[in-house]
């Protein structure tokens, strides 16, 4: 195996729980493809969404303790699924540049960090390692007949000079692995608009609201579902469905798929251990969907 696909994995806390299809799903697609992933070892939570709101410097110091990490593995590079848990881990490693900082993150750390590991999603290097070639070289079933439209919320891409991927207004890395695949991916005005992230609790209102907007409109397209790589996303759009009807009136029943799992199943794996069953909205006529032909 080639070690230019040997990667420091980052799972974040939502993996081992709410997001465990995601976790499943990635770790498969990986072995599948050829890449490798090396869990780093003790990792530990990276502050998410409420530590960079209380204080900058914890929150990049508990980032930092796992960039720490990989350091000792001899590896350079770490990824993670979670757009969440990427943008802790690049913010922390953008403001350590800075020597003040630096000093200040390095005293609340047993160990210092020392700065050079690059942070990216697997997304990421899907699309810039791997590359979209070998996507269609290893696809086995195409999801000729599944129409989507890619959902990548507001922080994959954004701020762009810290996470250095993609476009920032109109990504495109989702659409062009899922178009390698063979599904018909539809483009998706709303693709970087917020779906109410954490407000989840403090503010359901406002997560009805702007979610209700995201399934409007994909529903208007006609797909047969959404793709995200967003563990919050994925939550707002899927979980709290029925609760967006309720507040809404809509009669929403769309599938919200990571977009490894589709992956998965373009590359021949079983629902099973792609955790189609943990999805709150059926993905049965979706996925049956795939390999029909499209009625004209």
């Excluded at 750390?109 to 269609?136: F, H, M, R, W």
């Excluded at 799992?261 to 590359?267: D, K, N, P, R, V």
Aim: charged share 25%; glycine share 6%; with cysteine.
């Amino acid at each position: 195996m080639s070690d230019s696909l040997t990667y420091a994995y980052y799972p974040g806390c939502s993996g081992a729980g709410t997001s465990m299809e995601y976790d499943m799903s990635t770790r498969a697609v990986c072995e599948k493809l050829g890449i490798r992933l090396t869990d780093i070892p003790d990792w530990s939570c990276c502050g998410s969404t409420p530590a960079h709101t209380v204080d900058h410097t914890l929150s990049s110091a508990l980032s930092a303790r796992n960039l720490q990490l990989v350091e000792k593995m001899d590896l350079d590079t770490a990824i993670t699924p979670c757009p969440s848990c990427l943008t802790n881990l690049k913010t922390a490693e953008h403001r350590m540049q800075k020597d003040e900082m630096r000093e200040k993150v390095n005293k609340l750390l047993d160990n210092p960090y020392n700065g050079g590991v690059s942070t990216k999603s697997v997304l990421q290097i899907l699309v810039e390692d791997l590359g979209l070639d070998a996507l269609k070289k290893s696809t086995i079933k195409p999801l000729k007949g599944l129409k989507v439209a890619a959902y990548y919320g507001c922080i994959m891409n954004r701020p762009p000079e810290v996470m250095n991927f993609d476009d920032p207004e109109h990504p495109m890395a989702m659409d062009n692995i899922m178009k390698a695949m063979g599904a018909t991916v539809l483009p998706f005005p709303l693709k970087v608009e917020c779906c109410g992230a954490s407000f989840g609790i403090p503010r359901k209102d406002v997560v009805m609201n702007l979610s209700g907007k995201l399934l409007d409109v994909a529903d208007d397209l006609g797909v047969d579902a959404l793709v995200t790589a967003c563990p919050l996303c994925q939550m707002n759009l899927d979980l709290r469905q029925s609760q967006v009807n309720s507040a809404t009136g809509a009669k929403h029943n769309l599938p919200i798929f990571y977009y490894t799992q589709l992956m998965g199943l373009a590359l021949g794996m079983s629902e099973k251990e792609l955790g189609m069953d943990k999805l709150c909205v059926s993905p049965r006529k979706a996925i049956d969907a795939i390999g029909k032909e499209e009625k004209k």
